[in-house]
């Protein structure tokens, strides 16, 4: 599920399916047409998904001869008001850029290039708008890129200005300042077939102007098989000549601004950024708007929770808009946006990828206002959490749900679920994922037990249905002479938290005793490396078949006996839905509410023998790994009586239809019955708003060796100081957590703030 989709091409058709008229755009989006009857339509499509209404688009047709080009031209023109077509004698690209530039608005204080065969992603203008709006430095914005249509790659490199001396590595599609265009005057060339927006970059370094490069993915390139400039020995020679004699009036070195950044020269979150325009609403839809808060998206039960959510509730009565808050690969992104048959599931705004954390309670307050937000839903974000009080003193009347996916006894004490719990105030209802978790934060958070509720984890038991599947076959594919062995399978993120070095001492105990196993190892992660080496001096390595990820893991659940997980901590495990789904017994650790799954009958239980603290430590015991051995031995052994079970429990409880039914309920009941108190609540805490501010920037400062740690490549060795420090940032955070629970503490604090003022 991780593979990038190339064929989820923006554009494809208007997902909006409205008109908006403005008379004062900010942006013109400028599109020189030559004869391109094939890729125009989508390309002015992706510019109208555009989730920035506030633009114009100017197609500029470039001496075109082709009849049934400018036939197209004339019916594209029709899609939108905001479409205006110019026709002007071919000159090439340069020339009709700038002609294009001239035209734009007087009110149009960006210019967006974009070429007729090219294509954005949905929240692209949204976003450099806002990057260039937080960044009055910066000349131009632009994104990294992916080639598509046979040239399936993805570009994704930092600015260097000394290497695009040499090496154009930008391409056209950004959104420039204007007043930095006129102050190079433009691309100013008459030259056909020449690099004119290389040129352009390096015009504007000469004059010490600077671009910030927005990490996601949010340009679709298309590169023709021949250009003109391929096709001429002098064209080559003439467009190097400009080259050179451009780079060669830059004196110094121009660094970029390189999303995500870690700036925390700041005393408090700013709420408003200046000028920043908010949109209307474009329209009424009638539906309940939810802003998800979410770390990431990448291939967890947490992230596949949220997408299979996304996915199945019904588009008719709720809209979706995803901020994520921690720099990561989200490699799901795509999967978040649309659906397979290309229909919008979600507006994804990755806010480490094009702003800076002081600007992010700005751009959430732009969001909820342009989208009409009526929930507010936080799964796993602890950035996330420290927004809650915030938004509630700023939102009172919007419902705020929490989902916890799990404990974490060793991290924080008591991880999502300390936090659920320290927010309790303006949380209007906390999700949990299982019963043991509901139990927690009742018996020993003090939660409110009328505001938890368990919603399970649903699997998709069409696509997980082992009749949809040729076991003989796929034996063969996988096993090939091998096909008689039974089959283990260990399908996880190959991370401290799955221990996948107790894994590897099981399978070596267990050869002891039989020799008739097969162990598949599949998925991917920072200790794979290291599980491989292990096998090895395990002399199990030939046992092994580690797969990476698949894009299809049913298949191998389909040939698999048994299926094992021996997490250190889960809330409740998605392999367990899945391999159930397809008739594969488990056996599991005794976490999270596995128990409530994995029942007698369709697997085993096996109780931990070691404390969640050491999650890095790798002394197992023996007792345990026996446990396990013993276990899979008796389950292989009666494996009909197991599988009979399984698929049936999966059915009757844990389908994605009985979950969407239920979280549908509880979104509609939570909008139509807000909490009174939870009201008032959030209207108290408008007198201290500036102490929530500080709340969210104390987490922003107190994350940045987490955040750093995260995003770099640290070696292994490094990780144990980064933890002693945060281990020490949060022993702060307990400390503030009781004094704030004094009420003379509190009033002591807000008077402090009073005589600041």
């Not at 020269?265 to 329209?283: A, C, G, L, S, T």
């Not at 799901?332 to 990755?350: C, G, I, P, T, W």
């Not at 939102?395 to 679920?417: L, T």
């Amino acid at each position: 599920m991780n593979e990038f989709k190339f064929e989820l091409e923006p554009g494809k058709k208007i997902n909006n399916k409205m008109e908006y008229i403005e008379k004062n755009p900010i942006i013109s989006v400028i599109v020189p047409f030559y004869n391109s009857k094939k890729y125009i339509e989508q390309t002015i499509r992706s510019i109208l998904n555009q989730t920035f209404p506030y633009y114009e688009v100017l197609i500029i047709d470039d001496g075109s001869k082709d009849k049934e080009s400018l036939e197209k031209l004339e019916r594209v023109k029709k899609l939108d008001k905001r479409i205006k077509v110019f026709h002007k004698n071919n000159e090439g690209l340069a020339a009709t850029r700038d002609f294009g530039a001239a035209k734009s608005s007087e009110s149009c204080e960006y210019l967006m290039f974009i070429d007729d065969d090219d294509l954005i992603e949905p929240t692209f203008l949204e976003c450099a708008y806002w990057t260039l709006e937080t960044n009055k430095d910066a000349a131009w914005a632009y994104s990294d890129s992916i080639g598509f249509e046979g040239q399936e790659y993805l570009w994704n490199k930092y600015f260097d200005s000394e290497k695009l001396k040499k090496v154009n590595e930008l391409i056209s599609q950004s959104l420039v300042r204007k007043s930095d265009f006129k102050l190079v005057r433009g691309y100013e060339l008459r030259e056909k077939a020449v690099n004119e927006d290389w040129n352009f970059w390096l015009k504007l370094i000469s004059k010490n102007k600077r671009p910030v490069h927005m990490s996601f993915y949010g340009q679709w390139y298309r590169r023709k098989s021949i250009g003109e400039l391929q096709r001429s020995k002098d064209n080559r020679k003439r467009s190097l000549e400009i080259i050179n004699q451009t780079a060669s009036k830059i004196k110094q070195k121009v660094e970029a601004i390189q999303y995500p950044r870690y700036n925390y020269n700041y005393d408090i979150i700013q709420e408003e950024v200046e000028d920043i325009i908010i949109p209307k609403q474009m329209e009424e839809n009638n539906k309940i708007n939810i802003l998800f808060i979410i770390p990431w998206m990448i291939t967890g039960g947490a992230d596949l929770f949220n997408l299979n959510l996304i996915k199945g509730l019904d588009k008719n009565k709720f809209s979706v808009t995803i901020i994520t808050t921690e720099p990561n690969k989200n490699v799901l992104r795509q999967y978040f946006e649309k659906s397979e048959d290309n229909q919008e599931l979600a507006k994804v705004y990755d806010l480490t990828s094009f702003l800076d954390q002081k600007h992010w309670g700005a751009f959430i307050n732009y969001i909820i206002q342009k989208d009409n937000i009526n929930i507010i839903l936080n799964s796993n974000s602890k950035t996330g959490y420290s927004m809650l009080p915030y938004l509630k003193s700023k939102y009172p009347n919007i419902p705020i749900i929490d989902y916890v996916h799990m404990e974490e006894w060793y991290n924080r004490n008591g991880g999502y679920s300390r936090y659920s719990a320290m927010y309790e105030s303006v949380i209007d209802k906390t999700l949990v994922c299982n019963e043991n978790s509901r139990k927690i934060l009742i018996d020993y958070f003090k939660k409110n037990k009328d505001e938890v509720e368990t919603v399970y984890i649903g699997v998709n038991e069409k696509e997980f249905n082992p009749s949809n599947y040729d076991k003989e076959n796929l034996k063969n594919k996988y096993l090939g002479l091998e096909k008689d062995k039974k089959v283990l399978a260990y399908i996880c993120r190959i991370s401290e938290q799955k221990r996948p070095m107790l894994f590897l001492e099981i399978i070596a105990k267990l050869k002891e005793k039989r020799k008739d196993i097969k162990v598949f190892v599949v998925g991917d992660g920072n200790l794979l490396n290291k599980m491989k080496e292990r096998a090895k001096k395990l002399h199990i390595y030939d046992d092994i078949i580690f797969t990476g990820n698949l894009q299809n893991t049913a298949e191998i659940y389909s040939i698999s006996d048994v299926t094992i997980n021996c997490s250190i901590k889960e809330g409740l495990a998605l392999t367990s839905y899945e391999s159930l789904s397809m008739g594969v017994p488990v056996i599991s650790s005794d976490v999270g509410g596995q128990k409530e799954l994995i029942k007698e009958n369709v697997g085993k239980i096996i109780e931990s023998k070691q404390d969640e603290r050491d999650v890095y430590s790798e002394n197992y015991s023996k007792n345990e790994i026996n446990n396990y051995v013993d276990s899979i031995n008796e389950v292989l052994d009666n494996i009909n009586i197991y599988k009979n079970n399984c698929r049936k429990i999966i059915l009757d409880y844990f389908t994605i239809e009985k979950m969407i039914e239920k979280m549908s309920y509880i979104l509609k009941e939570v909008y139509e019955k807000p909490n009174q108190q939870k009201i008032k609540n959030g209207r108290d805490l408008k007198n201290n708003i500036n102490l929530c501010k500080e709340l969210i920037t104390a987490n922003f400062k107190m994350d940045e060796i987490e955040y750093k740690w995260e995003c770099s490549e640290y070696e292994r060795k490094m990780y144990g100081r980064a933890y002693s420090i945060q281990g020490m940032n949060y022993k702060n955070e307990l400390l503030k957590e009781k004094l704030w629970k004094i009420p003379g503490w509190r009033k002591f604090i807000q008077l402090v703030h009073k005589l600041r003022k």
